[in-house]
C-alpha cells in the first residue's frame, strides 16, 4: 500500500516526489507513461528538437483551427522522467510578476509574487549568485548560455535602436525589454526536474518509481463510517495510445474497463454500452482490444 500515488513524472511530479518522500513515515509511488531519460537527445541541449514525433513524445496535436485555415497544429510534450522539462527548449523563465499579483487579487491568497518568490529562491542555484530575486544551493542548476550566437547580440543592438529598453533579468523586477535569457543546464546538458527533484530522492527506501505504466483512470471509492475516501490509480501497460483508448464504467463496478479502438480517428467514436464500445463509420476497420485495468 502507498500513501501517495503521483501520476506523471513531469516538472510537477518530479517536486511532488522528492517533497512527498522525505518523510520516511510514508510511501510514496511514482508512475510515469514513458520510460527513462537516458537519451542522448535529452542531455544533448542543441538535440531537443531529435525528440519530437519519437517514443520520447506524446506527439499531440490541436484539434483543427479555424484560425490558421483549418490547420492542425502539432504540440510536442516530453513523455520521460521529467516530461516536458526534458523535452523544452531549457529557457528559465519564472513569469511576470503582474500575473502572480492579478491571481491573488482574483481570489488566489498566497499566489502574489512576493508570495511565490522565496519558492523560486529556494529552488534555484543560480550562476548570477544571491540577491533579492534569486538564489544558491538550490536543486535546479541555472546557467548562462554557453555558446551565444553572434546574431544573438545584433539583435540586442538592433532592439535598443528601436527603442526597446535592454533589461538585466528578466526574472527580475521588470519583464519589459530584450535580454539574453538563462537556461537550465549544467556543465553544458541539460538539467531537467528529475536532474533536479527526482535523481537526488531515489535512493529513499519510500519512494518507488515505475515507468511505462499509463494511468487510464481514478476510481473513487467511498470508505463506510469514515469522513474520508480512497482514490486508486487504474493502470494499464500497454502501446495503446491515448487517442486510441476508450474506458466506459461496467454496470456495479467501481474500475473502469478500457480497450484499444484502432483505426481512423477521424472515423472513430468511443460508445458507452458493453456490447459496442468501439464504433467506426465508411469502414475503416477499427477493432476493440482490450487491456488491463
Known sequence: MYDYVIV??????????NRLSEDPTVRVLLLEAGGRDRSP??????????Q?????????????????????????????????????????????????DAWEAQGAPGWGFRDVLPYFIRSEDNVRGASEYHGVGGPLHVSEQRSPRALDRRLLDASRDAGIPLI?????PEQDGASMFQVTQHRGQRFSAADAFL???L????????????????ALQAVARSACGSATAVAAS????????????????TRPSCCCCRGSARHRSCATSASSRCTTSRGSGATCRTTRS
Open 8 to 17: 506523471g513524472a513531469g516538472s510537477a511530479g518530479c517536486v511532488l516526489a
Open 41 to 50: 537527445n535529452i542531455k544533448i541541449p542543441a538535440a531537443f528538437s531529435k
Open 52 to 100: 519530437f514525433h519519437t517514443k520520447l513524445d506524446w506527439d499531440y496535436a490541436t484539434e483543427p483551427e479555424p484560425h490558421v485555415d483549418g490547420r492542425s497544429l502539432y504540440i510536442p510534450r516530453g513523455k520521460s522522467l521529467g516530461g516536458s522539462s526534458s523535452m523544452n527548449a531549457m529557457l528559465y523563465v519564472r513569469g511576470r510578476p503582474f500575473d502572480y
Open 168 to 172: 538585466d533579468d528578466y526574472n527580475g
Open 199 to 201: 535523481r537526488p530522492a
Open 203 to 218: 535512493d529513499r527506501p519510500n519512494l518507488e518509481v515505475r515507468t511505462k505504466v499509463t494511468v487510464l483512470g481514478v
Open 238 to 253: 500497454s502501446s495503446c495510445a491515448p487517442s486510441e483508448r476508450c474506458c466506459w464504467r461496467p454496470a456495479r463496478s
